[in-house]
């Protein structure tokens, strides 16, 4: 027996209405551009504090506040890793 018309235009409804969904979706997963460079600036930035510090002898990037120097630099390093965590 034959398929109705009303039924092969509702499958090619429901056909074309779950495309639509997926483009939609993958258009949502695409971070923003900001985002890398933000990132990438972010892991150099506490890399570079943290090299600093110890090439220094502990002088240095910002004198008399000692050790603390150690967590500004990995403070840095991890707003770059949560930052990651949002890159698709």
Not at 9 to 14: C, F, N, P, R, T
Not at 17 to 31: G, N, P, Y
């Amino acid at each position: 027996m034959p398929k109705s018309k009303l039924r092969k235009k509702v499958q090619e409804q429901h056909a074309h209405e779950e495309q639509h969904h997926i483009e939609e979706d993958s258009a949502i997963l695409e971070s923003p551009s900001w985002l890398a460079p933000v990132m990438v600036a972010n892991f150099l930035i506490g890399l570079f504090w943290i090299v600093v510090f110890y090439v220094s002898q502990t002088l240095y990037p910002i004198p008399g506040i000692g050790a603390w120097n150690m967590i500004i630099g990995f403070s840095f390093i991890a707003v770059g890793f949560s930052l990651a965590t949002k890159w698709r």
